[in-house]
């Protein structure tokens, strides 16, 4: 089944798009520009009439990935379809025009990773609350709460209440190690609640 929807893919694309077998399923890399035409040659020509999820990933220096699962109700296969958006502008056309059901999705990810959907007809915010700056799953996002609690992970030789001290306190994952933020995550036990600084990375604010 996945070799003919390869077939499918590349008959249609070209080289244009990549395609790779997954578990229960196939997965096709399309560049941007194809989007909205790869989700509509899914449904289409493709039988792919169930939208089950859509979501984004932070690769990095690679930018932002943006990944739809469909299915097939009538041929009873799955398709994973990603694209990538670059770091600086990422802009993506919507899906809503092709699946009605993305709608939600493209908002929970316009919000929790800064992706501008172009043309989706309400991207507002969905869950988080008014005034909150930044997009919590960007990896560079640093969580105040590991600066301003300590942190419970594991443990370095002597913090663990028995033996010497440790020279150094573990870092919270997510916390730079310079700046504000990794001097506020410095303070030892006994300094009083560490306050997150003033400003975050690249300017924000301790919720940016």
């Known amino acids: 089944m996945s070799a003919g929807l390869a077939d499918a893919w590349t008959g249609r694309f070209a080289d244009e ?17 194809h989007w909205t035409a790869a989700l509509t040659f899914a449904r289409d020509d493709l039988a ?3 939208f089950d999820w859509l979501t984004g990933v932070d690769e990095m220096a690679d930018g932002f990935a943006v990944v739809v699962h469909v299915y097939s109700l009538e041929r009873r296969h799955h398709l994973l379809i990603r694209t990538r958006v670059p770091k600086r502008a990422p802009v993506l056309a919507t899906a809503t025009g092709v699946y009605r059901g993305a709608a939600w999705h493209e908002r929970e990810t316009a919000e929790m990773f800064g992706i501008l959907f172009e043309g989706h ?21 640093v969580l105040a709460a590991r600066v301003a609690k300590p942190w419970p992970g594991a443990k370095e030789p002597g913090e663990s209440g ?30 009083g609640r560490a306050k997150p600084p003033p400003g975050g990375p690249e300017g924000q604010g301790p919720d940016a």
């Open 121 to 141: 007809p309400n991207l507002v915010p969905l869950l988080l609350p008014d005034g909150f700056e930044g997009h919590p799953l960007r990896k560079d996002f």
């Open 162 to 191: 028995h033996g010497a001290p440790s020279r150094r306190r573990v870092r919270p994952p997510g916390v730079p190690e310079e700046g504000p933020w990794a001097a506020a995550a410095e303070r030892r036990p006994g300094q």
């Open 48 to 50: 792919c009439d169930f």
């Open 17 to 33: 798009v990549s395609t790779e077998e997954t578990f229960g399923g196939l997965a096709v890399g399309v560049p941007p520009e």
